[in-house]
């Protein structure tokens, strides 16, 4: 499981975000992963996930959908 916020170069809201700095945090967790933090004051973000079953090799991943929560 794993959880990552990326920092974008956009500072309003884009259906895409050109990544800078980011924050991840991944391992073998029973129930979440996290916190992850990243400092924006004037740029937006994008968050994304990652859940992975190893017992069949299955795995699914969502993110917000470009950047978000600006400024």
Known sequence: MSVTIFKCSQTTPSSTCSYGASDNDAGYFYSYAGPVTMYSP???????????ND?????????????????
């Open 42 to 52: 004037s740029n937006c973000i994008q968050v994304g996930a990652t859940i992975r």
């Open 55 to 71: 017992n069949n090799n299955t795995f699914a991943t969502g993110n917000s959908g470009g950047a978000t929560h600006c400024g």
